[in-house]
């Protein structure tokens, strides 16, 4: 029997210019076979859906439903839900368990953020970030111009009173002014 992979690569090398004969002494077949599968109709392959095998989780998800229900809007850890069907017989694992949980959550939307518009020069958003907490942190000076959206960005090794203000100096110098 032919696998779709040789019917695949006769047809490759068919239509890069090889004859008949050399497609069958290259791929080891006979060229009855070769001419058979390049005048066949071309139908892309036909796969079964593999069959439904039955869950360890199967007889338990109707009380999981239930549990997560009657817990709403509260959560309930996997865990506790994990104990809970093993006291009834469940032998199966955390994983599949955790799927089925996840897939029951309603994704909870986000509201959508209110952008505050303002007149250009109007306003500036100042705001302090740490890379590293470790033993030397990275500070980092963020600046933000409300209209545009321009970034200036500054790290230092502390955030002191008179580095804020050095900062700020220099984000008024990379703007070329200060907001109103």
């Known amino acids: 029997m032919?696998?779709?992979?040789?019917?695949?690569?006769?047809?490759?090398?068919?239509?890069?210019?090889?004859?008949?004969?050399?497609?069958?002494?290259?791929?080891?077949?006979?060229?009855?076979t070769?001419?058979?599968?390049?005048?066949?109709?071309?139908?892309?392959?036909?796969?079964?859906?593999?069959?439904?095998?039955?869950?360890?989780?199967?007889?338990?998800?109707?009380?999981?439903?239930?549990?997560?229900?009657?817990?709403?809007?509260?959560?309930?850890?996997?865990?506790?839900i994990a104990r809970e069907i093993r006291d009834q017989g469940y032998r199966g694992g955390m994983t599949i368990l955790r799927a089925f949980i996840r897939s029951l959550s309603v994704p909870q939307e986000q509201e959508p953020a209110v952008r505050f518009e303002t007149e250009p020069g109007r306003q500036m958003q100042v705001d302090w970030g740490t890379m590293r907490n470790d033993r030397s942190p990275l500070h980092v000076f963020v600046v933000v111009l409300g209209y545009s959206g321009i970034l200036y960005i500054e790290f230092t090794d502390n955030m002191r009173y008179d580095t804020l203000e050095t900062c700020h100096r220099n984000a008024f110098r990379f703007f070329g002014g200060v907001p109103r």
Do not use: C, W
Request: no cysteine; aromatic share 8%; proline share 8%.
């Open 34 to 80: 070769v001419k058979r599968y390049l005048q066949a109709k071309s139908e892309p392959p036909k796969y079964t859906p593999r069959p439904a095998v039955a869950s360890l989780l199967d007889e338990y998800r109707d009380y999981i439903r239930q549990r997560i229900a009657d817990a709403h809007p509260y959560k309930i850890p996997a865990t506790v």
């Open 2 to 32: 032919v696998t779709f992979e040789t019917v695949m690569e006769i047809k490759i090398l068919h239509k890069q210019g090889m004859s008949s004969r050399a497609i069958a002494r290259e791929l080891g077949i006979s060229r009855n």
